[in-house]
């Protein structure tokens, strides 16, 4: 089949009132040559449920966060005695990890820190004692430099002053800590404020330079712009949009499969 804008939200209208299940993952299973194709018309598969009329959170089956939500899970973790910092929240996997990847969203948060501040919390002391060694130091800079966050020593010792100590403490310098995380501490020396108009401009360089705009390329090879653009879009498929970019790439210029 040919797909085209019409056939695919036709598709969709069909399949969701027939109750099948059309998340992403299962839709990927049962009808991948749709989803390509959601996905090149439309710029995402969101894009397409939401132009068949669609609600995406109900398909998805993912609860909207708020922020009470993520406060109260917050308050009860610490209740538990469980470690509330970033790096070892994100790791875990459960529903805590997905309120803190929630709470980051500008729309609640911004941030993980703000979110704890609002729970009642001190970010600083989570921080700083918590039990480092090298490959938690090295994990904790790598997420941050993803994030987008600001990476030079001043920065990092107003934000997370003890995982800069712990940093220099096992390492010997904060550059040597930043090397063996594979940053470049010349790179990161000087403090860049990212703006949603600064993201857009970075977006569009890149376009202009035959660049793919997939979320793993990107990721990968600017993972200081992808942190600012899920933190300030909330998620990158519409720091893309914002930026004029539909597609994510060569690559999808590529006629999807019947």
Known sequence: MIWNKQRIVAQLRKLHRAGRKISYSNLARSHPSLLSAAAYHFGSYRAALEKAGIDYAQVSQRPRWNRQRIIALIKQARRDGQDLHWGAVIRRGDQLSRAAFAAIQPRLFGSWVRALHAAGLDADQISLYRSWNRDLIVFELRARAQQGEAMNSGALQQDDPGL???????????????????????????????????????????????????????????????????????????????????????????????
């Open 164 to 258: 800069h100590a712990a940093a220099i403490r096992h390492f010997g310098s904060y550059d040597q800590a930043l090397r063996a995380a594979r940053l470049d501490p010349a790179v990161h020396r000087q403090r860049r404020r990212w703006t949603r108009q600064l993201v857009i401009a970075e977006l569009k360089q890149a376009a202009r330079n035959g660049e793919h705009f997939s979320d793993t390329a990107v990721r990968g090879r600017h993972s200081a712009l992808y942190g600012a653009a899920i933190r300030l879009f909330g998620t990158f498929t519409a720091a893309r949009r914002a930026a004029g970019l539909k597609r994510i790439g060569p690559a999808a210029r590529k006629r999807p499969g019947p």
